[in-house]
C-alpha cells in the first residue's frame, strides 16, 4: 500500500516537474523562435508574407555602421575577457594559496562588481574617467568591462582550484621544479578548463552589455547593443532579426566546439 501511494506520488510529481520544464523552455525559446522566423519574411510588419533573404542580404552586404559596431564589440570583448582572465586566474591563484593580511577583505571587495546594479557600475566609472580627465571612447570601454568581468572570471578559476589537488605541486617542487614551472607546467595546465569557462563567459558578458557602456561611450565608440538601441529607437528593422538569427547559429556552433574541447581538456589534465 505505501509502495503504491509513494509510486502515485513520484508519478504525478514527475509529470508535474515535465510540465514546468516545458513551459520554461517555451518561456526561454519561443521568442527566439519569432525572431527567426520573421527574419525570413519579405515584410517589414510583424507578419509573415512571403519568404525571402533580402533582410540577409541587407545584413551583409549594405550595413556597413551595424558591422563597425559589431566590430567594436568583439574587440572590445576579446581584449577585455583576455586580460580580466590573467588578472583574475592570478588572483585567485594568490588569494586561495596564500595567506597574507587583508585577504578576506580582497575576497569580498573582488564580487562587488557582480553584486552591484550595472547603473552604479556604470556612472562610478563616468565619473572616474571624468576625474582623471581620460577622454571616454573605446578605451574606457575596454577598461570598465575589464573591470566587470573580473569577479565572474575568479569565481569559475576558484571553482577549479578548490578541486585542484596540491600534492601534485608539492610532488613537483620535490623534483626540481621551482614555483615559477610548477605554476606554468602543473597549476595553469590543470586550471585551465576553468580559465577558458570564464574567459567565453566574460565575451559574452562583454558582448552584450549595455547600461555599463551606455554611461562610458563617446564619440566613435558605438558597439553592438548601442546600435541596435539606436535602430530601435526609429523602429524594429527586420535586420535586427536576421543579425539576432546569425549571431545566435553562431555562439551555438562555438558552443558546442568549446563543449568538446573543454571535455579533452578536462580528461587529460
Known sequence: ???????????????????????????????????????????????????????????????????????????????????????????????????????????????????????????????????????????????????????????????RLDEFDISTVEAARDLGANEAQSLVKVVIPSILPGMLSGFLMAVTMSLEDFVITFFVSGPGSTTLPLYVYSMIRYGVSPVINALSFVLILSIMLIAFAMRRFLKTIAASS
Do not use: C
Request: net charge positive; proline share 3%.
Open 1 to 159: 500500500m505505501n509502495s503504491v501511494s509513494f509510486d502515485t506520488r513520484t508519478r504525478h510529481g514527475a509529470t508535474f516537474s515535465n510540465v514546468v520544464l516545458i513551459l520554461v523552455i517555451l518561456f526561454l525559446f519561443l521568442p527566439l523562435f519569432v525572431i527567426i522566423t520573421y527574419s525570413f519574411s519579405a515584410s517589414k510588419s510583424m507578419e509573415f508574407t512571403t519568404f525571402s533573404l533580402k533582410w540577409y542580404t541587407q545584413l551583409f552586404f549594405d550595413s556597413d555602421e551595424l558591422w563597425s559596431a559589431f566590430l567594436n564589440s568583439a574587440v572590445i570583448a576579446l581584449s577585455s575577457a583576455a586580460v580580466a582572465t590573467v588578472i583574475a586566474s592570478g588572483a585567485a591563484i594568490g588569494i586561495m594559496w596564500y595567506r597574507f593580511k587583508g585577504r578576506q577583505y580582497i575576497q569580498i571587495l573582488s564580487f562587488l562588481p557582480m553584486v552591484l546594479p550595472e547603473v552604479i557600475i556604470g556612472i562610478s566609472m563616468l565619473i572616474f574617467f571624468s576625474a582623471v580627465r581620460l577622454p571616454l571612447g573605446l578605451i574606457t570601454i575596454f577598461i570598465a568591462h575589464t573591470t566587470f568581468n573580473l569577479p565572474f572570471v575568479y569565481l569559475l578559476v576558484t571553482a
